[in-house]
């Protein structure tokens, strides 16, 4: 660093130019790192992503970007691009160097806390919301087809579009990718292979309609056990579906055709299922009502669970989907 006679420090100026619109003020690419001040005009922040450009924010003269890349270091993912003529001030390393030299030293450790506090806001505000990302997608699918409505949220709303079939819902890929990127802060990429992965499953499947691409949700009553199996996974635990003993899934089978209107105490439902099933004790009656197969109505009398042994039914028959081993 080059310093003047008297033994001050030699100032940098910043630089200041005069764009046309299109003109690309700074991409990712770029290694020199600066901070940019638009002084007159318009600029856009623009993200690209599989061939397409996505308008982030806008820039208004007195706007500033980049001052987390050139104090810490912190690459700006953005390309910024003019929209009309404007005024832009470039303040790049060299210059921003030769000021911070000649601030006291409490006050540059003032500036470096605040920008490293600024960044870590920054962080948080952009960090995924969700860690199993693959779980929340499907609980959206399963909420989003159930309620049909459309999002709370402006900026984004889900189209659909209906089936012949009442439990399959269409809705357009591009809105599925807005919304939950929205609500969760999940990168497009990250949600785009958990779709994936759902049509691996089977659990939806895509379908090209013109210039659109729609999901269509082939079962959301699926995706609700689905997303149970995978909490439990997380959590480690066991899943009680697919922790049942033979007789167990017999049993499950036999409460299957009965009617949840038939009501009876505990020793004559246990009376009826050792008809069939002569090893069937109370330790298996008291088993069945913490699995929920039963529900205690007045006067201690019992009736089949009907949602809870279709639940149980369904998770069994489509096991290998919720695995993930087909």
């Given at each position: 660093m080059n310093s003047l006679g008297d033994g001050r420090q030699q100032i940098i100026p910043p630089t200041r130019q005069i764009v046309k619109a299109g003109f690309v003020v700074y991409s990712p690419e770029k290694k020199n790192r600066s901070i940019v001040i638009l002084d007159e005009g318009e600029l856009v922040a623009v993200e690209k992503s599989d061939g397409l450009k996505k308008t982030v924010f806008r820039m208004h003269p007195g706007d500033l970007v980049g001052v987390a890349a050139l104090l810490e270091r912190e690459p700006f993912k953005y390309t910024l691009e003019a929209t009309r003529?404007?005024?832009?001030?470039?303040?790049?390393?060299?210059?921003?160097?030769?000021?911070?030299?000649?601030?006291?030293?409490?006050?540059?450790?003032?500036?470096?806390?605040?920008?490293?506090?600024?960044?870590?806001?920054?962080?948080?505000?952009?960090?995924?919301?969700?860690?199993?990302?693959?779980?929340?997608?499907?609980?959206?699918?399963?909420?989003?087809?159930?309620?049909?409505?459309?999002?709370?949220?402006?900026?984004?709303?889900?189209?659909?579009?209906?089936?012949?079939?009442?439990?399959?819902?269409?809705?357009?890929?591009?809105?599925?990718?807005?919304?939950?990127?929205?609500?969760?802060?999940?990168?497009?990429?990250?949600?785009?292979?958990?779709?994936?992965?759902?049509?691996?499953?089977?659990?939806?499947?895509?379908?090209?309609?013109?210039?659109?691409?729609?999901v269509k949700v082939l079962d959301g009553f699926l995706l609700d056990i689905f997303v149970d199996y995978q909490k439990a996974q997380s959590e480690n635990r066991p899943w009680a579906p697919f922790k049942l003993s033979l007789q167990q899934k017999k049993i499950l089978v036999t409460l299957s055709i009965i009617s949840n209107e038939q009501k009876a105490e505990s020793p004559v439902w246990l009376s009826h299922l050792q008809k069939k099933f002569p090893q069937a004790d109370v330790g298996e009656w008291i088993a069945m009502q913490n699995l929920g197969w039963f529900k205690e109505g007045p006067k201690g009398q019992f009736s089949v669970n009907s949602d809870k042994v279709n639940y149980f039914l369904t998770a069994l028959r489509y096991e290998t989907n919720l695995k993930g081993v087909l």
């Open positions: 003529e404007s005024k832009i001030t470039l303040v790049n390393e060299e210059c921003m160097e030769s000021e911070l030299k000649t601030l006291p030293v409490w006050l540059l450790a003032v500036i470096k806390a605040l920008s490293s506090k600024t960044r870590k806001l920054k962080e948080a505000v952009f960090k995924a919301r969700v860690q199993d990302t693959l779980c929340s997608l499907a609980q959206f699918l399963s909420l989003s087809t159930a309620e049909e409505k459309k999002s709370t949220h402006k900026a984004h709303s889900l189209t659909y579009r209906r089936s012949t079939d009442e439990k399959i819902k269409k809705i357009k890929l591009r809105d599925i990718l807005d919304e939950f990127h929205w609500q969760t802060k999940i990168p497009t990429s990250v949600i785009q292979e958990d779709l994936k992965a759902l049509a691996r499953r089977r659990f939806i499947e895509f379908e090209k309609q013109g210039d659109d691409t729609w």
